[in-house]
């Protein structure tokens, strides 16, 4: 049966990679030059090639043996985006202020993480389910909770609020957090020519974000 491992790619690798944000846009042209524009996806769908990371010999093996070890396409895992992995802004160190993920009403518990990407237009709001252990920080009306406050699932991203610190009517709940991308390998056969890796060529290594 299908499932998730929850264990990281490895990271000297993965931070080497090429990749980004997909989405699915239908477009259709009128005889006036106009367009009528629909997207067919509510959330953008990431995409990666680890092939850029390995750099050597060893490096190769391991993704071979990380590769078998998820049976090809057959179960996820944890990718680390290098160029989108915290809830803070670029080069800023994370921050219990950096997201809001809701507004208490004296009884809800429960939150979900997420990360909003851009604030002026249509502002996006991406949920966070693999954030890493350690390192999730919460704030209520913009003080900052202790750990003993809360907790958070790192299989789901959901912050629960324990007994006795459940967030007030109107405050504002914010966290911050670094976060990993639920993944799997988008083949299921690796192609590796050594000849030609050693003379430079680069391995394809796709990988293909997944709901979990």
Not at 71 to 79: A, E, K, M, P, T
Not at 163 to 175: K, S
Request: net charge neutral; with cysteine.
């Amino acid at each position: 049966m299908p499932a998730f491992h929850e264990i990281l790619f490895p990271l000297d690798i993965a931070l080497r990679s090429a990749g980004g944000p997909e989405r699915r846009t239908d477009i259709v042209g009128f005889g006036s030059g106009r367009e009528a524009r629909n997207a067919r996806w509510a959330h953008s769908r990431r995409r990666y090639d680890a092939g850029y990371g390995v750099k050597t010999l060893q490096a190769l093996q391991a993704v071979v043996a990380f590769f078998e070890e998820r049976r090809g396409q057959l179960h996820g895992f944890r990718w680390r985006d290098r160029l989108d992995h915290s809830s803070a802004a670029p080069g800023a160190p994370v921050s219990p202020l950096d997201q809001g993920i809701g507004i208490g009403d004296g009884a809800r518990a429960t939150f979900q993480l997420v990360k909003t990407y851009g604030a002026g237009f249509a502002p996006y709001a991406r949920e966070i389910v693999k954030p890493v252990a350690g390192n999730v920080r919460v704030a209520v009306a913009g003080v900052e909770l202790a750990g003993t406050a809360f907790s958070c699932d790192t299989t789901t991203g959901v912050v629960t609020f324990l007994a006795g610190h459940i967030p007030p009517a109107g405050a504002a709940i914010t966290a911050g957090f670094l976060f990993d991308v639920p993944v799997r390998f988008d083949t299921d056969y690796l192609e590796v020519d050594l000849s030609a890796f050693a003379a430079g060529a680069i391995p394809k290594i796709p990988l293909l974000e997944i709901r979990v």
